[in-house]
Structure formats: structure tokens, C-alpha cells
């Protein structure tokens, strides 16, 4: 089997499957701890309405464009385009049929190439506000500037190596690099801060309910500290 | 011992660096050995008895550290400092957890070498989380929704373990909980009785009305707390209370009780442990008089805490609480209260307070009932659920070395 093969196959597979059971794991975490948090608290109403009025407002952040709208503007089509590009492109399609066995709906050449080209300059857009922006530079870390790269890496390597004439490398290279940059970001994603794709739900419930403190913890916290329920104060 | 100093943004003549004490503002002995082990001693204990694991969990994995929130702290765009960020310091508390409470946090540190908290993050944390104001202005911007009041309360509360609590808050706080008064003011009771007759005949001089205080009377209605050094500082308030409650025709259907007329709790700020004994104070007063509902003053932090954390801490009795404004306005739409809209022709505005605004709660009720008496009122931008701090929440506003952080900083920007 040569590299292409593996990396298409076997590979594939293993890091696709590292990614649904490690979302997967975050998702039954976070809910765990929100039906605990609720459990510990004698105030267990929670505005369901409010919370996913505030999450659909974040999907599309049309009220909050007052400030930095550029980089919300970036943000938005960078997240728009790597969520449709890689699931309703034509030549994944065979991926869905082989994988869960389902067939999507899929997208024009034409128009999977535009919107490869605005992901990708969105994506070139934020990093550069991270580098060049003071703020977003002092803020971050390498890992804030791995990320994204990481991300955009095979979006870019794709659009390559579906326009061999633009591209540095023959088209196996290039398309061994899309398929392993993209199971890198498989790994990446429940394992860095990219798993906020699967916690956005999770955000406005946090918000929401994360000030139900639980009756009797301070007591218990100095118990614990000190063998007596009194405050530090004392 | 005590260690004093101001913040470096808000001393007028730089100090030496030898010379700068650790802590803007006053402590009451903190602990000064082996603090990083206390500091992750308490952090531990209160990730297992309190709810905070999945929050943290939920913002270490997700911070994205976008930069969103610098655009609406008012402290930041002050003064254009990095470690002002809300996302900077959040992220000292983040980091930390990460580090020391997550697997993941350990491997990484056996491949780089992390040393994990340090004496200087201690310090670092005790000097931004006092720089917050916990407005909660940041979170509105924020795309996943981090609340950095939250944070900074918690991280307040592992410092106040540590004894790293601002003399102003602790001293309060000691004398609400275990003084003669029960109060962060240190009123005695018969002072209460004299400052209460003193008021009334203000009122009397002023309206020509006998009105009177009600204390301790038994199986009202009403039982009021408002923010206690009103007392002392802001007794116009005060009579301002008396004589919209006695025009309601609720003369004997309120009481001041005797055993607790503080409706402050510093635990808001500093500590849950602090906020759950003051919560409890409150409702074994409204227990004892027979009260059924919990009446707080003007004070906007008083009413967050009571309405809030009443139906948490207050055990089986869980008494509805109105803010005094909510109560105005009811009486005003039921025509208990009539209004002469030209008695005050001056350019009026309201700030909003952020502890009852920023959820939505108090934001129109005070407008309408201005808007009934006054007809030059204005509106500053931005206002309602959008303001911006005064500069003293947080508990800044009791913390004397930080006034002048307060004035030129954290309250500099007001619309």
C-alpha cells in the first residue's frame, strides 16, 4: 500500500475516528457537568429561550458588528466556508457514501472554489490581525497562531490540488499533504481549543446557569482548608 | 503586617521599584508561606464542593482569546494596558486550572517543562482581580459567551483563602458576620433608633408630615434592607424610601428590623462562603419579624445578591425580593402615587447601576417613573443593559487606596 493509500485509508479512518469519540467525549463531559451543576443548586430553571435566542445571535453576529466588524465579517466567512466546503464538496462526496453511508447534497465546482478562495482569505485576514494587531498580539499564544494555519492548511492544499496548474507540487504530493493536514486537524480538534465547534452550545447554557452556586460549599471548602466550617476571615 | 500602596497606573509620584509594596491596597494578614501549595489547596477544594468545574472546563477548553472583550472594558480602554485585558486575566485563573487540574495540562507540562503557578502569578492575580469591576460589560462581547465577572470572583475567593482580600471588604465583612452591629457600617442598633428619629423630623421640617420609621414590627409585609451606610452617607435616600412608601399607603405594612438592616453582602465580590452567611443573616431576620417579602434599597449590588441568591442560600423560605424602584413603580401604575411633572425643570439623566441592568432586570422601571415627574429627562449612549461602570463596582468603591484607580481609571468613561 503506498503512502497516498494509507493516508487515505487506514489513516483516514483511525484519526475520524479519534475525532468523533474525542467530541464526543467533550460533549457527554460538558453535559455531565451541567446536569450536576443543576443537581447541586436549588435554583434548577433554566431559560431555554433566552439561551438559544443569545446562541442563534452568535451564529450570526449581525447585532455585534459595531466593533472590529472586519474581523467579525473574516470570522464569519471563515467559518462559513470550512464547515460547507469540507462536507458538501462534490469529491467528498464518495467520503460520506463510504464512511456513514449517506448521501449529501453537493456544491458546484464553480462555487466551492469561491468560497474556497474568501475561506481562505478570511483565514489569511485573521491571522493577520493576530500578528499585526496589538491587542490580539499580546493576547496571544503559539499555539493562537498554530490554529488557524493548521486549519487553513488543508483547505489550501485541496484547492491545489484540485488546480494542478497552480500548484508547487505534483498532485500526489499536494494530495497527500490535504489528506494529512486534514487528519491533523482531526486530531486537533478535540484536542485543542478548536473543540469549540461541538461546545458553542454549550457556551450560553454556561453563561446562563454558572452563577447556581451549591448551598453549604463555602462551609465544606473550609472545612477542607482548615477542619472548620468558620470563613478565612476569622 | 499591613502592606499598602497604590496600583503604579494611579500614583501620582512613580516609587522606586525596591520600594513598591505587592498589593495595591491594604491586607489584613495574608498568608505569606507556602502560598502557591495554599493557593492550589484552595483551588481544589473548591472544584470539588462547588459548581465551578464544568465553567472552568467549559472556557479552558474553548477561550479563543479573540480580543472582543477589550472593546467593551472600561478599564482597558483607559488605559490601553495588556494585562487589562478581561481575557489576560481570566486566563492567569484558566491557565492555572489547566495546568494543575487537567490531564491534558499535566502531559503538556512534562513536555515543556511548565513550573506551573508561581509566587509572582499569586501576586499578579491579587493586583488584576482588583482591577476588575466585574461590570460584566465584556461578556456581552464575547463570541462564547465568558463570563469574566465570574472568573474574577472566583479567583477573589481562592485569594480571599489566602487572606488576600482588601482591608476595606474583610473589616466589613468581620463585623457584618461576627461584630456587635451585624453591619459593614458598624451601626449599632440604638444609633439606628437615633439616625431613624433624626430622619423623621428632617421629613417633617421638609413636607410638614409626621411620618415614621417602623422597627421591628412584627408580621409585615415588607422588611427592608437597603445598602446600610446609607445611614450615613445618603440619608436623603432614605427619607426619599419613607415617603414614597408611606404616599403608597404602606405605612404599617414595612419594618426595619433591628437584628439586620444591611442589605450590603461583600460576598458578591470576594467569596461565596462570605455571600451564602450574609444571604442567610438576611432571611433568619425576615423569619423572625414574620416578614414576607424583602424590600432592598436603591443599591444596585444589595438587590443582585438578594434576588439571586435568596432562592440559593435562603434555605426553605425562599422570600420574593423587590428592589425598592420595582416597588415605586408598581404603586405609580396602581395611582397610589400622584406626581407633579414640574416641580424638577432641570436636565436630568440616569446611570444605570450595572448589577441590576446588565441582565435586563431594573432598566426600564426607573426610567418611567423619571419620566412621570420629570420632563427634561436624557438619555446618555450608551445606557440600559449597555452601560458603562460608575468605576466602583466590584467593591472597589469601599476599598479607600483604590479610589484613586477608581477616579481616573475604572470610572473614567461614563457614556
Known sequence: MDTLAFARGPLFIATMSFMVLGLLRHIILQTHGVVRTLKRTPHQDVPWGRIFRKSAEWIVPVSHMSTAPWMKLASILFHVGLLLVPVFLAEHAFLWAR????NLPTMSHEFADQLTVLTLVAGIFLLGYRIFNRISRELSSRADYFLPMAVILPLLSGFLACHPAWSPLPYQSMMLLHVLSAELTFILLPTTRLVHVVLFPFDRISTEIHWRFVPGAGARVAETLRGTPEGAEV | MAQTVMHEKATIRPQPESEKPRFPYHLINPVTENRVQRFLEAFAAIIEHTNYKPVLDQYARSSMKCSSCTTNCPVYTATHDAKDMPCYRSGLLLKTYRRHFTIAGWLRSKVTGDPGLVEEDIDEMANLFYRCTACKRCTMECPLGIDHGLMTHLGRWILGELRIVPKGLEVSTIEQLHGDSGNTSAILPHALLDTLEFLEEEIEEMLGLKMKYPVDEVGREFVFFPAVSDYLMEPETLMGNLAVIHAAGDADNWTIGTGDFDGINYGLFYSDHVLERVIRKMVGEVTRLGGRRILIGECGHASRTAREFVPVFGGDEV??????????LEKL?????????????????????????????????????????????????????????????????????????RMSVAGKRKA
Open chain 2, 333 to 405: 401604575e396602581q395611582g397610589k402615587l400622584d406626581l407633579d411633572p414640574n416641580v424638577i425643570t432641570d436636565r436630568v439623566t440616569y446611570h444605570d447601576p450595572c448589577n441590576i441592568a446588565r441582565s435586563g432586570w431594573i432598566v426600564e422601571q426607573p426610567r418611567r417613573i423619571i419620566r412621570s415627574f420629570i420632563r427634561n429627562f436624557v438619555e446618555m449612549t450608551p445606557h440600559g443593559k449597555h452601560n458603562y461602570c460608575c468605576g466602583g463596582g466590584g467593591g472597589t468603591v469601599s476599598v479607600d487606596e483604590l479610589h484613586d484607580f
Open chain 1, 99 to 102: 464512511g456513514p453511508g449517506v
Open chain 2, 319 to 328: 422570600y420574593p425580593v423587590i428592589n425598592i424602584m420595582e416597588y415605586t
